[in-house]
């Protein structure tokens, strides 16, 4: 246990929301697919889950900074914690990518 927990402040501090992924209790929460495009130019990935949401923000963004991806990342934390929709985070997921203008084909 204070392993998992040493490992979770260091993941915080150096990726931001690894944390979460580190512990055997989080949920994947599932939504409907959204494709973006990744940092490489014709790479595209699909997100289908609050958790792989979460990463591609902690992982893969391009600007870690601003008011939209501030509100995506809280938002997901939140959903994952119980505390917000799988909804909420999708669609705060996919305005902070819209804002950084990251591709994004949402099939709704």
């Known amino acids: 246990m204070v392993v998992l927990m040493m490992e979770c402040q260091y993941n915080m501090v150096t990726r931001g929301l ?3 992924w580190a512990s055997h209790i989080m949920r994947k929460l ?4 959204v494709t973006v495009e990744t940092r490489q130019i014709g790479t595209y990935r ?6 792989e949401a979460a990463e591609f923000l902690s992982d893969d963004w391009p ?6 991806y501030l509100a995506a990342q809280q938002i997901c934390l939140d959903a994952l914690n119980g505390e917000r929709t799988v909804g909420e985070a999708r669609k705060a997921f996919i305005a902070a990518a819209k804002t950084v203008d990251i591709f994004v084909q949402d099939r709704r």
């Open 18 to 20: 690894g944390c979460f």
């Open 30 to 33: 599932t939504f409907e697919s």
């Open 46 to 51: 699909s997100i289908a889950s609050v958790k």
């Open 63 to 68: 600007a870690r900074h601003g008011p939209s």
